[in-house]
């Protein structure tokens, strides 16, 4: 329930993303977003339509279905409507709204009994045709023939999920009919498992000779997955703590077992699990009831009930605490060699379907662990005994019993007792002294801004939130009454001061069911396990007769085949780019100044939060401060100010505010590829009866910032090592600092920001704040006793603390109007400088470089990115780029990179003065280049079509037309400078494109390109150098 509300624990950003499995990457959406703030405000999307009639069941449909509940939502402003269909008793979900931005998803309790990865494959195979669409992977095409706002699958540790969100009614009839054919009625070809699953092929599929070895996107995909130590913990860890069923087993599946999954089992898998009557169905949005109802019902009606439990049973308590130590690779990419080890304390609590226990948890969970203030803060972090919490830490509630686990890592083996220790001692402290006011105060705080905060798409934040609640309830919408448990918690803490001690000492400190794991690195963990692999496969081999080999080359031949012809779409329903409006309406934004500062304000529906952003001017910082801009920003709220600790100071923020952030952020010229802004974004939002006290804050801050803590520095530092370090597995294409701040959306993404610098100058400036090179410096940083980056700070803030070349932007309702522009010039009046315009900097050294770098990691597979210089956005070719590159994507690497390649995904996306092509967690390494490449001859050749092109063009629209939430609209130009009247153009431009144009743009500015810049992350190979790569060793 919290999951919509709270902003997110600050000391869980990776926990648990082991066990959820989406069908394509997020990075297929994070690379589209890389000029995102170039795209549309959204202000357009605003309904309109008469929401209380869409909770009446037609009278059409009263004979298949009952109404088991309906309730209005005030929480969220939402009609809520529980339907059962009477014959199936398949559960439907209706939330309306006035919102356009509809949602959709069907959930199926998937409950595997073995590590295989049976429903994860599964997952992926559903996608790739079905009776009514009988195309290969109608999942992907529809990518490219919809406007949606959001697609994709995912396979939890107990539930698979199939959601999509999108503006457009004829869209949302269109993906809700592919989605159910594909679920219920999908073709589930052996060619599909063998490409999506697993398969014996020849190494060199073009040498019959060749050795048989192991293939497929899902073996690769979790090879990837668990090479990160952390990741192989959590699902230990999981593993271990409910091993009586299910949550025995990886859902994602163990490499080593994959392999003996038979297509037989997928399909009887299929059989058991996706039917009716194990699903869970959910609509969001302002489409009337009767409209979706059209095709649930038209589905469901096929089907007959089945007698089906796939039901969960409650874990067996223990009688005593247990132990379990697990072993894994070295890391050679952390700081200190001599402390690669973790230990985690790991508690199983009460079901998550108890709403009151569940927020009482998640509430103490958040106590003990989030933020400098947490007694776990306290007494695991700032003695420096591990560089950081262990990414499983935290309540978690995506199980049917919730957990809380107090993890620590990059210890010494030798503390590992000692961690235990102070774990115990904590929480009895806790039991004795229970927790101050103000901290829950802060927490209770928090939730309440995130009932009136809105970020992100809201409808399928809601559906995908409420998923794990549901898998195991029968009452749905329990689960959004969040202000009931609210007040029952303030009535509690009330009428018992010793609630919440009383709470820890039953669900921890008497706890019998407690884990105690931990995990060590072993010398010879890679080459054992590399080895293990090499005797799976001589085994598999060794069993085949003659005609088995002869039938698995067959098969290998037919799958090739079938990859390399061009299927016929046509039966997929599609959104025409007619439907696409010309003309494009942002929001008002008025302009004044206010101390001599220049301000924006755009008055919006923002539900009385008060949204305040400003950018500072950063290009008159030296040269030797430049690489501490990315700490310094992401630190600054975190230092404590004027009378205010740093834990006094968090404290007030969350009691406060949602948040005060600061980040690097870089502004490409919209006419020259030379020139840009570098500036740091202060961002922060607040209730608007608590403007005063959040300017206060900044003005603390602004005002005397606490620079003379070397230790803390050095706490901060090394838990932002750590962090970086533990992305790196996860995403080689993600942003370093995505776990910081989210405005770092706009920079290259790892691989792809190393093949970037070398061909342009923002981008060189982007992998210098925020790339490899950054992540390795980092590590260095976390050597040091920190006075050195003191120094540092301290000159940057005597810098940058200041009205001196800044802008505001804010976001508000028309009441807040006067009352936050008065606070507003007051907390300007009190900055000490004088305002001039932010300016532009002209690289006008930099030179374009033919680079090859290697970053060796010790992953099993590759992240791969070659990119090419091309032109400014404002440039007529920019719109025909950006067309070319979604289909490039579609049409050609995908079935290149991850159908025939075995990667997890690959693609091209066109932006910030630069072409980009990338593949991610890839078997390949210079073979991918080499795609790259034939992608550009496939383009001029005469391939592409006319619907192509259109579908291409969709693809871009999704981006540039996106809803944008009432708190974020009008800041795209205040952060890149886009106008409406630019923006438009581009629209109207990417409209106008034609296959001609793909063809000559790929001529004039790729397929001849003098210089690339090129980047490989991924393991130590040989002969690299001699073919021009430079090797960097991290």
């Known amino acids: 329930m919290l999951n919509l509300v709270r902003n997110g624990s600050r000391c869980l950003q990776l926990r648990n993303q082991q066990q959820i499995c989406p069908r394509i990457s997020s990075l297929n959406h994070l690379v589209q977003q890389k000029i995102s703030n170039l795209n549309g405000d959204g202000a357009r999307y605003q309904s309109s339509l008469p929401v209380p009639a869409a909770l009446e069941l037609p009278e059409q449909y009263s004979k298949s279905w009952s109404v088991v509940e309906q309730s209005k939502i005030s929480e969220f402003d939402i009609d809520a409507i529980l339907l059962e269909h009477n014959v199936t008793k398949a559960k439907y979900l209706h939330l309306a709204c006035a919102d356009s931005n509809n949602a959709f998803s069907i959930n199926f309790r998937t409950t595997p009994m073995n590590s295989t990865g049976v429903a994860h494959i599964l997952e992926h195979t559903t996608l790739c045709g079905s009776n009514k669409y ?55 070809r052996e060619q599909d498992f063998l490409q999506e699953g697993w398969r014996l092929e020849n190494e060199d599929i073009a040498d019959s000779q060749s050795k048989l070895v192991i293939k497929g996107v899902v073996f690769n995909e979790m090879k990837g997955a668990y090479s990160n130590s952390q990741s192989l913990f959590g699902q230990h860890l999981l593993n271990n703590l409910v091993p009586d069923h299910t949550y025995g087993f990886s859902s994602g599946g163990f490499p080593m077992h994959i392999p003996s999954l038979s297509y037989e089992e997928l399909k009887a898998f299929h059989a058991k699990h996706y039917h009716p009557s194990n699903s ?190 549901w898998n195991h309830s029968q009452d749905p919408v329990e689960y959004l009454r969040i202000n009931k448990t609210l007040d029952w918690f303030k009535q509690s803490l009330a009428d018992d001061p010793q609630f919440l001690q009383k709470k820890v000492k039953q669900y921890f400190v008497d706890n019998k069911h407690k ?71 942002g929001p008002v934004v008025n302009r004044l100044s206010l101390a001599g500062v220049p301000v924006q304000t755009s008055l919006q529906p923002t539900n009385q939060v008060a949204y305040f952003r400003a950018l500072l001017d950063t290009s008159e910082v030296p040269s030797d401060l430049k690489t501490y801009l990315p700490l310094f920003s992401s630190f600054l709220s975190k230092l404590g100010a004027k009378h205010l ?25 919209l006419t020259d590829m030379n020139s840009f802004s570098d500036t740091m974004l202060l961002s922060s939002y607040c209730l608007d009866g608590k403007i005063d006290e959040m300017f206060n804050l900044w003005t603390m801050i602004f005002e005397d910032l606490h620079l003379n803590d070397a230790h803390r520095i050095s706490t901060l530092v090394k838990m932002s090592a750590t962090n970086a370090g533990n992305g790196i597995a996860h995403s ?38 925020s790339g490899m090179d950054f992540v390795n410096l980092l590590s260095s940083l976390a050597k040091q ?46 900055l000490p400088g004088n305002s001039g315009s932010i300016q532009t900097i002209q690289a006008a050294d930099f030179k374009k470089t033919d680079a090859k770098i290697h970053h060796v990691v010790p992953f099993p597979i590759n992240f791969t990115a070659q990119s090419i210089a091309t032109v400014p956005y404002t440039h007529p070719d920019c719109a025909a780029l950006r067309v070319l590159a979604s289909v490039l994507s579609s049409k050609y690497l995908h079935t290149e990179i991850r159908e025939k390649g075995g990667a997890y995904g690959g693609g091209a996306t066109a932006g910030s003065g630069t072409f980009t092509f990338y593949s991610y967690r890839d078997p390949k390494n210079l073979e991918t280049f080499s795609v790259y490449r034939e992608s550009l001859d496939w383009a001029v050749d005469g391939n592409i079509t006319n619907q ?20 974020y609209r009008g800041i795209r130009e205040f952060l890149s400078g886009v106008d409406d009247h630019t923006f438009n153009q581009q629209r109207l431009r990417v409209k106008a494109v034609t296959k001609d144009d793909l063809v000559r743009v790929t001529t004039e500015h790729l397929i001849d390109a003098p210089v690339s810049g090129r980047a490989l992350i991924g393991p130590a190979q040989t002969g690299l150098e001699d073919l021009g790569w430079t090797t960097k060793r991290n």
Request: glycine share 4%; with cysteine; charged share 25%.
């Open 732 to 769: 080689g294409h993600r942003n370093r600092f995505w776990f910081l701040t989210v405005t770092y959306s706009l920079l290259p993404l790892y691989a792809m920001s190393t093949a970037a610098a070398a061909v342009n100058p923002v981008s060189a400036m982007a992998d210098k704040y």
């Open 785 to 830: 006793d920190g006075n050195m980056i003191l120094q540092k700070f301290q000159a940057l803030a005597k810098i940058l603390l200041n009205k001196n070349s800044m802008k505001v932007a804010l976001n508000m309702t028309e009441e807040c109007n006067d009352s936050f522009l008065k606070s507003t010039e007051n907390f300007l009046n009190n």
């Open 134 to 188: 009988p195309v290969r992977d109608p999942f992907m095409k529809m990518l490219n023939r919809s406007l949606s706002t959001f697609m994709n699958a995912m396979t939890g540790p107990d539930y698979t999920l199939y959601p999509f969100s999108t503006c457009n009614p004829q869209d949302f009839k269109n993906l809700m009919s592919v989605y159910m054919d594909s679920v219920f009625c999908p073709l589930l």
């Open 280 to 469: 869970r169905i959910y609509t969001y949005g302002d489409i009337p009831l009767k409209t979706n109802l059209e095709t649930i019902d038209d589905y469901l009606n096929r089907f007959s009930h089945l007698e089906i439990d796939t039901s969960v049973p409650t874990q067996t308590r223990w009688s005593s605490p247990k132990v379990e130590k697990v072993t894994c690779a070295p890391d050679p990419m952390n700081p200190d060699p001599a402390k690669q080890s973790t230990v985690a304390v790991s508690y199983l609590l009460q079901d998550i379907t108890d709403l009151q226990e569940s927020f009482v948890l998640q509430v103490i969970g958040d106590l003990l662990l989030d933020g400098p203030s947490a007694p776990f803060y306290r007494t695991l972090i700032e003695p420096g005994i591990g560089s950081g919490f262990s990414p499983v830490s935290g309540y978690d509630n995506h199980i049917k019993e919730s957990t809380l686990t107090i993890g620590l890592q990059n210890i010494s083996e030798d503390d590992i007792d000692r961690v235990v220790g102070i774990i115990d001692s904590t929480l009895e402290e806790v039991v004795e002294n229970g927790f101050p006011k103000n901290r829950i105060d802060a927490i209770l705080h928090s939730y309440e801004l995130g009932l009136k905060h809105r970020s992100g798409n809201f409808g399928l934040n809601i559906i995908m939130n409420m998923t794990a609640y």
């Open 515 to 585: 884990l105690v794991q931990s995990m060590k690195p072993e010398e010879s963990f890679t080459d054992q396990e590399e080895q293990e692999f090499l005797k799976l496969e001589e085994q598999m081999r060794s069993k085949l007769t003659e005609e088995d080999k002869t039938t698995i080359r067959n098969k290998a031949l037919e799958l090739l085949k079938s990859q390399d012809m061009k299927d016929d779409a046509s039966c997929l329903p599609t959104i025409k780019l007619s439907d696409i409006p010309d003309s494009y309406t």
């Open 948 to 967: 192509d092109v259109e579908e291409g063009q969709l693809r871009v629209f999704q981006k540039l037309d996106e809803p944008v939430q009432p708190g």
């Open 645 to 669: 600790s740093y834990q006094d100071l968090d404290t007030q923020i969350e009691l406060n505010t949602g948040g005060l952030s600061a980040s690097c952020h870089l502004a490409e010229s």
